[in-house]
């Protein structure tokens, strides 16, 4: 005769939750405070990002995870891994206007540009970027501070769950 557990199932992490979202974002160039001759026009910043309210901190609203790939400023394929925090500051036109700040590692500027990013000395950069943007419901908009040399515009969609 075969025992049968009955009780309640264990619970199981949930790793995207219901009020957790996945936002895709493009910016299509940099525009630099500098121009350099060496400056290619087209950037085309492509990020990936999870949202969430659930792990935040300094009173933000919510916080973000994400990876982006770009050509960089002079050309060279480069990647970005980051984390930050974003504070709501008012409601505008069904949305929220918002500041957020993302700290992370950038790959990708070599040879003869490698100076050209602070404490790159092992190919591997800490980059700090603020941001202020409107996010509605699924389309949003950000202007970011990259290095403080440069803004970049991106446009964004948040899919639902």
């Known amino acids: 005769m075969a025992a049968t557990l009955s009780g309640p ?13 996945i936002r895709l974002a493009y910016a299509p160039k940099a525009y630099h405070f500098n121009p350099d001759p060496a400056h290619v026009e087209w950037n ?5 990002e999870w949202v969430s309210p659930r792990h935040t901190f300094w009173r933000a609203d919510r916080s973000h995870l994400g990876v982006s790939l770009f050509d960089n400023s002079y050309g060279q394929f480069s990647q970005s891994v980051y984390a930050g925090l974003e504070w709501n500051l008012a409601r505008l036109l069904d949305g929220d206007v918002f500041a957020s700040v993302s700290a ?9 540009y490698q100076d050209k990013v602070p404490f790159n000395d092992l190919g591997v950069a800490p980059a700090l970027v603020p941001a202020l943007g409107w996010q509605g419901r699924n389309l949003g908009f950000a202007l970011s501070l990259f290095g403080g040399g440069a803004l970049v515009l991106r446009v964004s969609y948040t899919f639902d769950r």
Do not use: S
Not at 9 to 21: G, I, K, M, T
Not at 44 to 48: E, S
Not at 104 to 112: A, D, M, Q, S
């Open 104 to 112: 992370g590692l950038v790959h990708g500027y070599r040879e003869p």
């Open 44 to 48: 085309n910043i492509v990020a990936l």
């Open 9 to 21: 199932a264990p619970a199981h992490a949930q790793w995207l939750a219901d009020e957790d979202r």
